[in-house]
């Protein structure tokens, strides 16, 4: 069992429809973490970064982190056809990241 | 700031060939970490420096594989005798030593014949 697990998908939503995408994790040791959002043929980009539980938002963007579950998940409000990519997970205990496989998104005009 | 560089974005080799590349980092990041990613797969850590030191390195790290960072400014990750397996995208991060949060390059594709 890998220690993150994320739905490949694909995801295809119509334009302004909300995206959500999660992840789950077995290590109980993890304390931050993120999400990144990539292009095709490009490094990933940090997209929100959280510590605790609860949520925490930043535009059309909300995390939510739930460590008794160990689930997490990227919510994306009105979401744009710029938002098509692949989305990943990472998870972090002290210094090295541990990624989900990534969901491809397709947000349709 | 310019962000996290990386060159050369592909290279294409030959096995059996030698090649190396070249990660810089955001300035004033102490740390910075190398990864691998593959087709349908998240990054992969490989290893990571705390200024010039090598403080981890991945059992995917293989010997072929070394990695140096020789003033704590930009890092060489160069990979002998290369093997199609090895065709990947190779990522680098950095990140300051009390933050957690890590930003990527653009990646070198490495493409093996």
């Known amino acids: 069992q890998k220690e993150v697990e994320q739905d490949p998908g694909p995801l295809s939503v119509p334009e302004g429809a909300i995206v959500s995408l999660n992840c789950t994790y077995s290590?109980?040791?993890?304390?931050?973490f993120m999400w990144y959002r990539q292009y095709s043929r490009k490094g990933p980009e940090l997209l929100m970064y959280?510590?605790?539980?609860g949520n925490k938002e930043d535009g059309r963007f909300t995390a939510q982190v739930d460590k008794s579950s160990k689930y997490i998940s990227l919510f994306i409000r009105d979401s744009q056809p710029s938002d098509s990519a692949t989305y990943l997970c990472a998870m972090c205990d002290d210094y090295k990241l541990s990624f989900g496989a990534g969901t491809t998104v397709t947000v349709r005009a | 700031d310019t962000g996290v560089s990386q060159n050369p974005r592909h290279k294409i080799t030959k096995r059996g060939q030698n090649v190396t590349f070249r990660c810089d980092p955001i300035?004033?990041?102490?740390?910075l970490y190398w990864y691998r990613q593959t087709l349908g797969q998240g990054p992969e850590f490989l290893t990571y420096f705390q200024n010039e030191a090598q403080l981890e390195k991945s059992r995917l790290l293989s010997d072929r594989f070394s990695a140096e960072r020789p003033k704590g400014s930009f890092s060489t990750l160069e990979i002998q005798r290369t093997e199609q397996g090895d065709s990947a995208m190779y990522l680098c991060?950095?990140?300051?030593?009390?933050?957690?949060?890590?930003?990527f390059g653009p990646g070198t594709r490495l493409t093996v014949t």
């Open positions: 290590n109980s040791a993890f304390q931050y």
């Open positions: 300035s004033e990041h102490n740390r």
């Open positions: 959280t510590y605790s539980s």
């Open positions: 991060a950095s990140s300051t030593s009390t933050g957690n949060e890590q930003y």
